[in-house]
């Protein structure tokens, strides 16, 4: 099992770009999730999907949009890039949602210059 | 609303120390709180949790209990190793579990 995959590692953008960072699990879990990880303020969640063809706002979801695309895989879009949302963005899934343990990606690290 | 308040790092220890890491938290009802951690390069992994008030989660010889009366969940290991080096987060999540609400981490090195 290869657990979460994201794609890509690292990218580097202009302001003003778009990209979609992508992400897999081969676990069968229901809920998927993306957050930003920033140095001194830990993981804030930017969007949820409890189940396939729901998405949720979490935290900080302006200047972010997601896509549920089956239930496999959880894609998050930026449409126009700013330094702000330089971060690395972690997916993770977990079965259901409640005090569940969340499976974690390796991250993709994202710089906008 | 609910947060985590852990201690601030960088922590440095020799091998064979006593670790303890402080976490704190605020939140409505009956949360589940947790400890992850971090390797370099890599995402979070569960270290450990625990779901009601006294319980207490362990794994790997770490071990954190769940203390409502202080709001608490200290992270603790007996005698750390040079593999313990890490990023250590804890959080915790409500019962709907919606959300998971992280701490900022705090970062340990164990040097030989």
């Known amino acids: 099992n290869a657990g979460v995959t994201q794609t890509p590692k690292f990218q580097v953008l202009k302001t003003g770009q778009s990209m979609t960072l992508q992400c897999a699990q081969d676990m069968n879990h229901n809920s998927m999730y993306w957050y930003r990880q920033d140095p001194g303020m830990g993981l804030r969640l930017i969007y949820y999907s409890a189940s396939e063809g729901t998405t949720d706002k979490g935290e900080v979801p302006n200047g972010y949009n997601v896509s549920r695309l089956n239930k496999r895989e959880f894609s998050l879009r930026l449409e126009s890039a700013a330094p702000s949302q330089t971060s690395v963005y972690f997916c993770?899934?977990?079965?259901?949602?409640?005090?569940?343990?969340?499976?974690f990606g390796p991250g993709t690290r994202l710089t906008v210059l | 609303g609910n947060s985590v308040t852990q201690m601030e790092g960088p922590v440095t220890l020799s091998e064979e120390a006593f670790l303890t890491i402080n976490c704190t938290y605020t939140?409505?009802?009956?949360?589940?709180l947790f400890w992850y951690v971090q390797y370099p390069g890599e995402g979070l992994q569960l270290l450990l949790k625990a779901t009601k008030a006294d319980d207490k989660g362990s794994n790997k010889g770490f071990e954190a209990t769940y203390r409502k009366e202080t709001t608490s969940f200290h992270l603790e290991k007996g005698s750390v190793q040079v593999s313990d080096s890490a990023v250590y987060f804890c959080?915790?999540?409500?019962?709907?579990?919606?959300?998971?609400?992280f701490g900022t981490g705090t970062s340990l090195t164990v040097i030989p």
């Open positions: 959080a915790l999540t409500s019962n709907t579990g919606n959300q998971f609400y």
């Open positions: 993770a899934s977990s079965h259901d949602q409640g005090p569940n343990e969340q499976f």
């Open positions: 939140a409505t009802g009956y949360p589940s």
